[in-house]
C-alpha cells in the first residue's frame, strides 16, 4: 500500500535514527502538501537523503506530529498488524503473571502509541489517546475481544491528552458490559475496583511489585498511607502483619472501596481512614506528634508539564519533610513520583533535601519504577515515568 510521504528536516533526524518513536513538528519540513494531511493519517518517513525510514501516524496540528508504527517501509498498517501487536503484548503478560490483573497494552512500548489496555480478569479497560489510534479504535476493540472473549470492554478516554490531540473525551462500554464494581486479585489479596468511576482505568497495576517490597517493612508497625486511593500500600501492609492502617485520601468514594477491600480481606479492625487534604493532615499529625514506624505516600503527578516543574519539586520537598516530620524513630519511609517530567535525579534530590529539612537523615534501602506489564521504551525516557524509593530513617 501506497502511504503519503512526510520528510524530516536536514539534521533533525538524530532522534529518530537513534530508535526515538516521536517526531516532533519542529523536525518535520512542512509543504502545502504535508499541512493538508488529516489528522491521524498513516504516512511514510523520509530521512535526509532519500530514505524512506518507515511508516508512522500523522497528526498535523500536534505538537508531537508523527508517532512511527514500524520500520518497515513497505509494512500494510491493517487488521493483522493490529493482531499481531496485541498477541505478542499478551504472550509476554501470560508469561509474567499467572492471573489475568495486569496492563496488556502500554503504548509505545507495546508498539501502539497512545493506546492503554488494562485487563480486570473478564472485563478490558482501554484508554486511546492518539488520533491516529482513534481512527483504528473499532480495530483495536474487534481485535480483543476476538483474542479475549471479554465480558465487556470500557472505554475510558477521558484523559487530557485526547484534548492536545484534538479528540473528545468520554466514558463509555463499547462492547458487552460491565459491572459498575469488580473484583480483582494482587499478590494473592482481594480489592474491589471502579472501573468507570476510579482513577486512571480503576487500578494502579504499576505498583504492584513496590507494594509488595513494603510488606518486608510492615510487621507489627503503625503504618500511614497518604493518597491511599484503594488501600493498595496499606492493606498489603496488613497482610504482612502491621498492626494498624491511617489511610488518608481526598477522595470520599476511593476511601469506601478501601473500606470494603479491607472487610473483604478480614483486616478492617485495624484499617482507618480518614478523608483529608494530604498535606493538610499532615500538619495536623505533626503538631498532634503524632508518630508511624512506616510512612507511605503515593501522590498524584505533582508535575504535569515543564512549566510546573519548579513548583512541583517542592511540593516533593515538602512532602518528605512532613512525612519525615511524622516517621518514629527507626521508620521507614516509600514514596513516589509518576511525573514523567521529574527525573530520577530530580526526584532523588529534592525528597532527601526534605528528609534532611525535617532534621533527619537517612539511608536508601530500594529503588524501583513500574511493573514488567508497564514495560520501558528503551529510547522514550517519559516511559519509566514511575519513580519509587524507600528510605530507613534515624
Known amino acids: ?44 518517513v523520509m530521512v535526509p537523503g532519500g530514505r524512506i525510514f518507515g511508516v508512522a501516524q500523522f497528526n498535523p496540528h500536534s505538537l508531537i506530529a ?19 501487536r496485541i498477541e505478542r503484548a499478551l504472550r509476554l503478560r501470560q508469561r509474567l503473571f499467572a492471573e489475568p490483573f495486569y496492563r496488556l497494552l502500554h503504548a509505545e512500548s507495546d508498539g501502539l502509541p497512545g493506546v492503554v489496555a488494562d485487563r480486570y480478569g473478564e472485563v478490558l479497560v482501554v484508554q486511546i489517546n492518539t488520533v491516529g489510534m482513534d481512527r483504528f479504535a473499532d480495530t483495536i476493540l474487534d481485535e480483543l475481544a476476538r483474542l479475549l472473549a471479554p465480558r465487556g470492554i470500557l472505554l475510558r478516554n477521558d484523559s487530557a491528552m485526547r484534548a492536545l490531540e484534538g479528540l473528545e473525551r468520554e466514558v463509555r462500554t463499547a462492547r458487552g458490559e460491565v459491572p459498575e464494581r469488580l473484583r480483582i486479585r494482587e499478590n494473592d489479596l482481594p480489592f474491589l475496583v471502579d472501573l468507570a468511576g476510579g482513577q486512571k482505568t480503576g487500578w494502579y497495576f504499576d505498583q504492584r511489585l513496590n507494594r509488595r517490597f513494603v510488606r518486608m517493612l510492615a510487621r507489627d508497625q503503625e503504618v500511614l498511607d497518604l493518597y491511599c486511593y484503594g488501600g493498595g500500600f496499606g492493606l498489603n501492609a496488613l497482610a504482612a502483619g ?5 489511610a488518608v485520601d481526598g477522595s470520599a468514594g476511593a476511601l469506601a472501596l478501601a473500606r470494603e477491600s479491607a472487610e473483604l480481606q478480614g483486616v478492617a479492625d485495624r484499617f482507618a481512614t480518614e478523608k483529608s487534604e494530604v498535606f ?33 519539586l517542592r511540593a516533593y520537598r515538602k512532602l518528605a519533610r512532613l512525612c519525615a516530620s511524622v516517621a518514629g524513630e527507626g521508620a521507614c519511609l516509600a514514596i513516589s513520583s509518576c511525573s514523567h517530567n521529574v527525573t530520577e535525579e530530580a526526584f532523588t534530590r529534592e525528597v532527601v533535601a526534605g528528609i534532611r529539612a525535617a532534621g533527619r537523615g537517612a539511608i536508601q534501602l530500594h529503588a524501583a519504577g513500574a511493573g514488567p506489564d508497564h514495560p520501558l521504551h528503551p529510547v522514550l525516557a517519559e516511559s519509566g515515568y514511575l519513580k519509587f524509593r524507600v528510605y530507613a530513617l534515624d
Open 242 to 246: 502491621a498492626a494498624s492502617v491511617l
Open 280 to 312: 493538610a493532615m499532615l500538619d495536623r499529625l505533626v503538631a498532634e506528634k503524632r508518630r508511624f514506624g512506616l510512612v507511605l505516600a503515593d501522590p498524584p503527578a505533582f508535575v504535569r508539564n515543564r512549566k510546573s516543574l519548579a513548583v512541583g
Open 66 to 84: 508523527a508517532r512511527m508504527l514500524t520500520r518497515n517501509k513497505d509494512a500494510v498498517i491493517d487488521e493483522p498488524f493490529f493482531r499481531r
Open 1 to 44: 500500500m501506497s502511504y503519503p510521504t512526510i520528510r524530516v528536516l536536514e539534521g533533525r533526524d538524530r532522534r529518530l535514527r537513534a530508535g526515538h518513536p516521536w517526531l516532533f513538528s519542529n523536525e518535520i519540513r512542512f509543504d502545502e502538501a504535508t499541512r493538508a494531511l488529516p489528522p491521524g493519517s498513516l504516512v511514510r
